[in-house]
Structures are given as C-alpha cells and as structure tokens.
C-alpha cells in the first residue's frame, strides 16, 4: 500500500506564481524525500529532510516536514514552465529500508 | 558515466510469453529496487534487493520474478501470470549514508502487451 498521499493530484499554475503540494504519511519514518519525475521518464531525486528537521531550503524548493502531522509540504517559488513534472514524496523508516513513494502531484506551469 | 541503466526502452509482448526487463548499475549501490506505475498513478513496488542473492516481495509481486546474482544487476521478469503487464517499470537503486537513502533511478522501460 502507498505510504504518502500527495495533495493535490494536480495543480496548474502561471509561471512566476508559487506551487506548493503537500504529502501525508502513515507510519513513523526516519526521512522524507521528494522527487521530479518528467513524463515518460525516470524521477530525479530533489531534497531530502530527516525526522529531526522542520525545514530545508534548496534553490527555489522549500521544503517543511511535521512529524506530528505526519505530513509535509514542497513549495517551488517563482516557478517556470521547465517546473511543468510530477513531483512525489518518499519516505523510509531507517537505515537500509525500502523507500515507498506516494501517488504524486502533476504540476502544469503555464506562460 | 555513472548511472543506472534500463533496457529496452520499450518492449512488445505478446499474450502469454515471459519478458525480463533489464537492469544494470555502476554505482556500487547495496540496494536495488522495481516500480511499477501506471498512467497517471504513483509507484508501486514489486521487489527490491537490500544485497546480492537476497530479494524480498513488495506490493504487488505477483505474476512477476527477479534475481540478484550480482551487485550491478536486478533483471525483472514479468510472467504470463501477470494478468495486466501494460505499464511503465522503474529500476532504482539505493545507497544508505549516515542513516539516509537516496533512490537513483533508471530511465524506465514501457511494457506493451499486444
């Protein structure tokens, strides 16, 4: 079963604007990770951040974790068309466990 | 280049014939991992590897077998149990540093029964 829940499915913005999608999770994890995946291709890794963290900046990707929620949110300020992907969370529970992923947020950007 | 490689890109299949996607790294990664997703759906695991001659079920193991005889390969076979192969399959590989995994993953191979 699917440990993250990404909200919302899909969201369509102007560029310039900022996206933000969120990921809920069941269980207790050890780190959340989101992802960048282009259609029809692989997904490239993004930002990670631990348990212990609230937030992580990384470029124009803000992310912010709260455990007590269980849920986490991705932010992309200033977005562009090149944004335009399926952004998904994962999350594991320690040290050489398996990652599981969630069902995604399509992000359209448009001009 | 150090990467993860995945092939074919796309692969026919007719009806009742076995396939085995390919999977090969040089990342030195302990962990390999497939995925199955479905148009406009999120990532299901169907096996992953945390080291060479040991695999373990995910999700949605059925109709499909790998093998882990080496660090660098994880070939996924997909049966003619598989009552539904059509799909995109991701191979991904992991490495744990200090308490954290990072997944590297392949370009994918799109499945096609016809």
């Known amino acids: 079963s699917q440990q993250g829940e990404e909200d919302p499915q899909a969201l369509s913005i102007q560029e310039g604007e900022n996206a933000t999608m969120n990921c809920s999770y069941k269980?207790?994890?050890?780190?959340l990770q989101w992802y960048r995946q282009n259609s029809g291709r692989g997904l490239v890794h993004l930002i990670l951040?631990?348990?212990?963290?609230r937030e992580k900046h990384s470029g124009r990707l803000r992310v912010t974790l709260d455990t007590s929620k269980k849920s986490s949110s991705l932010l992309i300020t200033a977005s562009r068309a090149a944004d335009t992907a399926s952004y998904f969370c994962?999350?594991?529970?320690?040290?050489?466990?398996?990652?599981?992923f969630g069902t995604g947020t399509r992000l359209q950007v448009t001009l | 280049d150090g990467g993860i490689t995945q092939s074919p890109k796309y692969l026919f299949r007719k009806e009742g014939q076995n396939v085995t996607l390919s999977c090969e790294q040089n990342?030195?990664?302990?962990?390999m991992y497939w995925y199955r997703q479905d148009p406009g759906q999120g990532l299901r695991l169907i096996y992953y590897?945390?080291?060479?001659?040991?695999?373990q079920k995910g999700d949605i193991a059925e109709g499909y077998s790998v093998s882990r005889e080496k660090k660098e390969s994880f070939p996924l076979t997909v049966t003619s149990a598989q009552k539904n192969p059509t799909a995109f399959y991701l191979c991904?590989?992991?490495?744990?540093?200090?308490?954290?995994?990072?997944?590297?993953f392949g370009q994918g191979t799109r499945l096609t029964v016809v």
């Open positions: 991904a590989s992991s490495i744990d540093i200090e308490g954290t995994t990072e997944a590297f």
């Open positions: 269980t207790s994890i050890n780190n």
């Open positions: 951040i631990r348990s212990n963290e």
């Open positions: 994962a999350t594991d529970a320690g040290t050489a466990s398996k990652l599981t």
């Open positions: 990342l030195n990664h302990d962990a």
């Open positions: 590897s945390q080291i060479v001659n040991d695999f």
